[in-house]
Antibody, heavy 118, light 109 residues
Framework: QVQLVESGGGLVKPGGSLRLSCAAS????????MSWIRQAPGKGLEWVSY????????NYADSVKGRFTISRDNAKNSLYLQMNSLRAEDTAVYYC???????????WGKGTTVTVSS | EIVLTQSPATLSLSPGERATLSCRAS??????LAWYQQKPGQAPRLLIY???NRATGIPARFSGSGSGTDFTLTISSLEPEDFAVYYC???????????FGQGTKLEIK
């Protein structure tokens, strides 16, 4: 069965860095586009970043462009999000999600919590 | 950037009633329109993809319709487990960009 398991969240000071990981299993990871999506406390869903199956293309929400970097290692079935220059407004649960054929996200991890606070 | 606006923000209904949730796009989208259900403390669950196709395992009481800028999620007869927050989502082709609506909270009346 498809599983996505995020890790790497935690408490970090403003201006700090954090690297999130997502371990994928139960499917051929290298065949799928992947994204990071976040949800601030009590708020809605916000797409953060996308990466193509071969890492050829990436894209970012304007709110994180220049600060976050998405990457993947298909040999390790893993997705990553390097987050630099973190701000209080980056506080959220971060989900990794697999994109399916119609631009939808059928599979999500349980999320990892990032808290940016002094 | 395409903006998705969901209405109403909150919908109060009783079990057995019909729920109609709306998602309006600021410009025409492809049929890459999806609907999700989210319960507290859980990840979102895909209900509908490509505007009108039910995801695997989703009960038939959930249906999606619409095209262009106006989309609807209908729950034909509410079950107690259906009370949750619902989001619509679209994908722009290039560069790949994804937008979620702000959500509709479906609460028990």
């Amino acid at each position: 069965q498809v599983q996505l398991v995020e890790s790497g969240g935690g408490l970090v000071k403003p201006g700090g860095s954090l690297r999130l990981s997502c371990a994928a299993s139960g499917f051929t990871f290298s065949d799928y586009y992947m994204s990071w999506i976040r949800q601030a406390p009590g708020k809605g869903l916000e797409w953060v970043s996308y990466i193509s199956s071969s890492s050829s293309y990436t894209n970012y929400a304007d709110s994180v462009k220049g600060r976050f970097t998405i990457s993947r290692d298909n040999a390790k079935n893993s997705l990553y999000l390097q987050m630099n220059s973190l701000r209080a407004e980056d506080t959220a649960v971060y989900y990794c999600a697999r994109e399916d054929d119609y631009g939808d996200f059928c599979y999500w991890g349980k999320g990892t919590t990032v808290t940016v606070s002094s | 950037e395409i903006v998705l606006t969901q209405s109403p923000a909150t919908l109060s209904l009783s079990p057995g009633e019909r729920a109609t949730l709306s998602c309006r796009a600021s410009q025409s989208v492809s049929s890459y329109l999806a609907w999700y259900q989210q319960k507290p403390g859980q990840a979102p669950r895909l209900l509908i993809y490509d505007a009108s196709n039910r995801a695997t395992g989703i009960p038939a009481r959930f249906s999606g319709s619409g095209s262009g800028t106006d989309f609807t999620l209908t729950i034909s007869s509410l079950e107690p487990e259906d009370f949750a927050v619902y989001y619509c989502q679209q994908r722009s082709n290039w560069p790949p960009t994804y937008t979620f609506g702000q959500g509709t909270k479906l609460e028990i009346k």
